[in-house]
């Protein structure tokens, strides 16, 4: 990618509003994700949990990363289910060479993407347009029957990094007091509302998009910068804070033996040094104390989170960097080990095992359907996901992942949230009782290598832009929503029920349709490349372009670039002029 070409350019407002409501129109969905896959709050048992004080409707939700960055994603979090929004990352560093491909999901996981690819103020912008975008879908008629009349409280959780020095630039504190106190941005993007949505332009929306920080910082940051800049979070910005931890912290010994012989994940390279340059455990059970005594004497809330990604080798070859970091299944088994510990080291100090503890633990380590039940049962709240969400069916997999809470739940009894974690720990500690199943080669298969090492669908054929098996990978697995799908018309002689297209300002090549393509090649260079912003489409000279404008007769347009061919964009063209059409309406497009 040119050093010049930004990996995102984000939409608009009134833009994503209009798409919203010309989706819904026209094909009952938003942003791609169907109506069978929006979240009810309201059926089944009470899923409410406290984060920090502050209520969420649900405890799962989109962890500090690739689901997290555009408001567009978040939304897509928040109908599937999810209530409590881990927002991406934000630093100072803002122009980042991040390489690519960047995400590798094609069993357990790796990335090397690590930071918002926003600038600061976009990324402000970003996240208050989906806090204005989900406060209108709230109370928009049209989706009552699917949401409920009331998908309960929100809450969007900062995460900064990764250094004092860049957390303590204007920068960075512009950033978080404009999510303290957004009334300014508001108030200007209000305009911006499109006539559909029009008595949400005088809407008192509430400025207070969010105070609370999860602190994340990098692999090796030393244990008196965490602390200073959890201090001054606290301080300089009255906030409450969560500070990530990092999976090293169980040791090197420890993590080689789960992950090498417990697992069988022989091919993993650990490597010591970068557990002696980490933070070692001993400091981080005094670190967790004094930071707890440091907020309690401010009244301020702290908590920990489980945890960081864990830092490798990279032995794949699939992504450029020399090293990557692993998620997943054996994070998952990991991190559990470590909170078991954890919980030993500082006893009655942890919110696990159903105490009514001052140290809230969040959670983020390879939750899925599987296992949700049994980890929101060790009191865990919230549990963010991002590896789940990186494998097909997308966002659209957040609420089979509750159901399968609720229906636990139902099957116990249980009511709320509260009373399953009671009913887990009834017959002693769960978090104790969880991790030695996640040790007993009986019950654990699910997190081994032989269980993890079923490769995705492969056929053995050339993928072309027109035609092809038409699985719908492409769409779910994106994590920006990028792409997105329209039928075949009737009347046109091509291969294929479905056609495939990608909007390449919402593309950052992060790879994982590659990975997940059933056919040989990759569906966002061979697939159309469609922009909507004439300036991005003028920087593509690589790869098939192609500009979709708006003709004067009320007809959508495409323009090739010098690589793209004149009789494509004229099947283009047709496509996006058929029934379903191109999911941004006429009037949010330049003229042509």
């Known amino acids: 990618m040119a050093h010049d070409i930004p990996p995102l350019t984000p939409m608009p407002l009134g833009i994503l509003l209009d798409r919203i409501a010309y989706e819904w129109d026209t094909r009952r969905r938003i942003f791609d994700l169907p109506i069978a896959r929006i979240y009810n709050a309201a059926e089944g048992p009470d899923l409410t949990m406290s984060f920090l ?10 962890a500090a990363g690739p689901h ?20 991406k990352t934000v630093q100072i560093l803002d122009e980042l060479e991040i390489n690519r491909p960047c995400i590798d999901m094609e069993t357990i996981g790796y990335n090397i ?8 103020p976009q990324s402000l912008e970003e996240y208050v347009k989906a806090w204005m975008i989900i406060e209108i879908l709230s109370g928009w008629d049209e989706l009552e029957p699917h949401l409920g009349d009331d998908p309960g409280p929100v809450v969007f959780d900062m995460s900064v990094g990764y250094d004092l020095a860049g957390i303590s630039t204007p920068e960075v504190a ?31 929306f509430n400025p207070r998009i969010s105070d609370t920080v999860t602190l994340s910082t990098f692999h090796g940051c030393p244990p008196d910068e965490i602390e200073s800049i959890t201090k001054h979070l606290m301080t300089e910005h009255d906030v409450d804070v969560i500070v990530k931890l990092n999976p090293t912290l169980l040791g090197f010994d420890n993590v080689k033996e789960l992950v090498t012989e417990t697992l069988g994940y022989e091919e993993i390279r650990l490597r010591q040094s970068d557990f002696d340059a980490d933070l070692q455990f001993a400091r981080g059970t005094e670190l967790i104390g004094e930071l707890l005594d440091f907020g309690s004497e401010r009244g301020r809330r702290f908590g920990i989170k489980l ?14 960097d020399e090293t990557m970091y692993l998620s997943g299944a054996p994070l998952h088994v990991v991190t559990m080990t470590l909170l078991r510990r954890l919980n030993e080291a500082l006893p009655g100090m942890l919110a696990v ?25 060790l009191g865990l709240a919230p549990m963010t996901v991002c590896s789940d969400l990186l494998k097909p069916g997308g966002y659209g997999r957040i609420k089979p992942m509750l159901k399968a809470l609720t229906s636990a739940m139902e099957d116990e009894g249980c009511e709320s ?15 104790e009782q969880y991790v030695a199943s996640l040790h007993d080669p009986e019950q654990n298969e699910a997190y081994t290598r032989e269980g993890t090492s079923k490769l995705p669908r492969h056929v053995d054929h050339d993928l072309e832009m027109w035609g ?8 779910t697995v994106c994590p920006n929503d990028a792409f997105f799908r329209l039928p075949t018309p009737e009347n046109m002689d091509l291969d294929g029920r479905q056609q495939y297209f990608v909007i390449r300002e919402l593309c950052n090549d992060c790879g994982n349709c590659l990975v997940f393509c059933p056919e040989n090649g990759d569906p966002a260079v061979i697939k159309p490349r469609l922009f909507t912003n004439p300036e991005r489409w003028a920087m593509e000279t690589e790869h098939q372009a192609y500009l979709v404008a708006a003709r004067a007769d009320g007809k959508y347009m495409v323009l090739p670039n010098e690589q793209g061919a004149g009789e494509d964009g004229a099947t283009l063209a047709a496509i996006l002029n058929a029934k379903e059409g191109f999911p941004i309406p006429l009037e949010d497009l330049s003229t042509a």
């Open 113 to 120: 993407e690590w930071s918002q690819e926003l600038k600061i």
């Open 174 to 204: 512009a950033f978080i007091d404009g999510l303290i106190d957004a009334s300014e941005s508001i108030e200007r993007l209000r305009a911006e509302i499109p006539e559909r949505f029009a008595p949400w332009r005088d809407h008192d």
């Open 353 to 377: 095992d159903n105490r009514d503890a001052p140290v809230q633990v969040s959670w983020s380590a390879g939750i899925t359907r599987e296992n949700i039940a049994a980890s929101a049962g």
């Open 307 to 320: 945890s960081n990604t864990l830092v490798v080798e990279n032995h794949r070859g699939f992504m450029p």
């Open 53 to 62: 004080g502050r209520p969420c409707a649900t405890p799962v939700g989109p």
């Open 468 to 475: 092809c098996v038409a699985c719908n990978f492409c769409v």
């Open 417 to 431: 949230l509260t009373a399953w974690v009671a009913n887990r720990n009834a017959a002693g500690s769960a978090v």
């Open 68 to 87: 997290s960055q555009l408001a567009e994603n978040i939304v897509l979090a928040w109908l599937g289910g999810s209530r409590l929004i881990e927002l």
